[in-house]
């Protein structure tokens, strides 16, 4: 693959949800480059977020392609593809999906088990963990606490250093800000794009907030990049 070969490419996806008829999704063509910052607006329930778990492979789609890095995710087996995602993505869902019971540090650290590659982007794991902590604004004896024992907002700012440690190549974000004040977004942003700038790292980020557009490379609205599909197909 050469340096401008797409970070993920989707061709002719057709999605719908198991059961369900009145919603289903058809992404005819959707590729983003190396490095490229994508906002992708869009109405509540037109399929965001099934589209982001489609790039995921946390979904697999009907019919079409979905490639990341090149690696038609379909192709992999479940197991493969866990790790594949662990390596490529760096994921910031809504509900954070933290580990409760587990400290921030083992919460923001636990991709790097799964992703040898991201592993070695990182020299010290403790130091990088605390650096992306203090970056994002969280108190210096957080990395200890129970991730459950913290704020809606500080458990939103770990799920991103989890996202961004070991720079995986592709950063998802069904959105990461919707929990900060306005300070700690703009902070949680120049960590986003510094990351991207730096690392050649594409970031794919949701929001409802068509104020961001101007600070992204591109914005995507559902309606230009898929098609609703109504009834069976
Ligand atoms: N796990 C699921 N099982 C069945 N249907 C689902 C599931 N998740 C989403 N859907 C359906 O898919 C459609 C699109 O939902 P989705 O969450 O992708 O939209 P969205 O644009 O991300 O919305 P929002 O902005 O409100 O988060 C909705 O009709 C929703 O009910």
Redesign the pocket.
């Known amino acids: 693959m050469t340096d401008t070969a797409p970070i993920l490419h989707m061709d002719d996806v057709r999605y719908r949800?198991p059961g369900?008829t009145?919603?289903g999704l058809h992404v005819p063509n959707l590729t983003l480059a190396p490095a490229e910052t994508v906002l992708l607006l869009?109405?509540?329930?037109?399929?965001?977020?099934?589209?982001l778990s489609l790039i995921c492979g946390t979904i697999t789609a009907q019919s079409g392609r979905v490639s990341v890095a090149g690696t038609d995710i379909a192709a992999l087996s479940a197991g493969q593809r866990d790790r594949f995602r662990a390596e490529q993505i760096g994921l910031i869902f809504?509900q954070f999906n933290l580990l409760p019971f587990a400290s921030v540090q083992d919460n923001i650290l636990l991709p790097l088990q799964f992703a040898p590659e991201r592993r070695r982007h990182v020299a010290d794991r403790r130091a990088e963990a605390a650096r992306l902590c203090h970056d994002l604004g969280l108190p210096d004896d957080v990395m200890s606490a129970g991730a459950g024992t913290l704020s809606v907002g500080q458990q939103q700012r770990v799920a991103a250093a989890r996202a961004l440690i070991g720079t995986p190549p592709l950063i998802i974000a069904d959105e990461p800000t919707s929990s900060l004040d306005a300070a700690t977004q703009a902070t949680f942003l120049e960590l986003l794009f510094g990351q991207s700038r730096a690392h050649g790292t594409t970031v794919l980020m949701?929001s409802?907030d068509a104020r961001l557009s101007s600070q992204f490379d591109r914005v995507l609205h559902?309606t230009d990049i898929a098609k609703a599909v109504r009834g069976a197909t």
């Open positions: 949800w369900r009145s919603f869009g109405e509540s329930g037109s399929g965001k977020s099934t589209l809504q949701v409802h559902m």
